[in-house]
């Protein structure tokens, strides 16, 4: 695979607060790429490093073998981005802004089928102010793809979207991952970055903390699976206690919860079965990338 972003040993500090702390990651072309942490945690300075709106006090940036200080321009026509803040004029029309954002670089694709390809055909008249927030960040996407871009970088691009318009625009992103380019996502949503991500990197107190698949971060948890159902009255959870695979079993009243590993699902099921039981409301929780963030960066909340 080719590495089209590099950091080195990025270190940013602010009026004697460290925001950066000798970060280093790569990004492979194709990927999905996300990056998450507490508030505070410095997400905002990397990207703003990568994208050239920052200068770093130490350290190497290289994006598309490119240096985002001294080659920002270049640098500028060939990356989309989709910052936090970003907002519109409230009375500027669908079309002025993609016709103002492509007049911007050197060379940009016609914008008119972006409006159809994003579902933005109808609203081409329409105030910016009058666009949902699904339709403002289907708009937000199509302006980062004015010049074509190998890499696209979204922050937070769901914050404030109902489940619907989040989930749709996953499928966003992930067309435009298909389309050969390569993404940086910034969010919070951990069940955002399980479904999209091929890579994450937990970032905290400004270092990088853990970088792999969201499913290798999972399984190095090693938290066990549970397993919950309710049975019958005088069903008795002792019976369950020589099922492979588990390693506690707790019952208040009907309601049951199986711990273990392996295929414990299965195996309850199974026994469950042999006892002519078949719970409705048998299921399983694992652990998931929340998990994974919380045991990582702990659960205080941070301003």
């Known amino acids: 695979m080719t590495q089209v972003i590099e950091v080195r040993n990025l270190h940013k500090t602010y009026g004697g607060v460290t925001a950066v702390d000798n970060v280093s990651f790569t990004v492979e072309e194709g990927e999905i790429f996300s990056i ?9 300075t990397v990207i703003e490093s ?3 709106l920052r200068q770093p006090d130490s350290g190497s940036v290289s994006v598309l073998g490119l240096d985002p200080q001294t080659e920002a321009r270049k640098l500028g026509n060939r990356i989309g981005t989709q910052l ?4 519109l004029p409230e009375r500027m029309k669908v079309w002025e802004a993609l016709d103002l954002y492509a ?10 089928p972006l409006l159809e390809k994003w579902g933005l055909a109808e609203k081409r008249n329409s105030q910016f102010g009058s666009l949902s927030g699904g339709q403002k960040q289907r708009l937000f996407i199509s302006l980062a793809l004015l010049n074509d871009p190998q890499i696209v970088f979204l922050d937070e691009l769901t914050t404030g979207l109902d489940p619907q318009a989040r989930r749709a625009t996953w499928d966003l992103i992930r067309a435009v991952r298909e389309q050969g380019k390569t993404v940086v996502l910034i969010t ?3 069940d955002e970055v399980e479904a999209l991500a091929d890579r994450v990197a937990v970032i905290d107190h400004g270092r990088v903390i853990a970088l792999d698949t969201p499913d290798n971060l999972i399984a190095n948890l090693n938290r066990e699976t549970q397993v919950l159902f309710s049975v019958p009255n005088g069903f008795q959870a002792a019976r369950l206690e020589n099922v492979g695979g588990i390693t506690a079993v707790n019952q208040y009243g009907q309601q049951i919860t199986v711990s273990g590993n392996g ?3 299965a195996n309850v099921a199974a026994a469950l079965a042999q006892h002519n039981i078949a719970p409705a409301d048998l299921r399983v929780q694992q652990a998931n990338l929340e998990d994974v963030f919380l045991a990582l960066t702990g659960q205080t909340i941070r301003n």
């Open 103 to 112: 007049s911007f670089y050197e060379k940009s694709v016609p914008w008119a």
């Open 263 to 265: 295929p414990l699902l």
């Open 84 to 87: 936090q803040e970003a907002a």
């Open 50 to 52: 990568l994208i050239g």
């Open 188 to 190: 919070h949503f951990m």
């Open 36 to 44: 998450i942490g507490p508030n505070g945690a410095g997400k905002t």
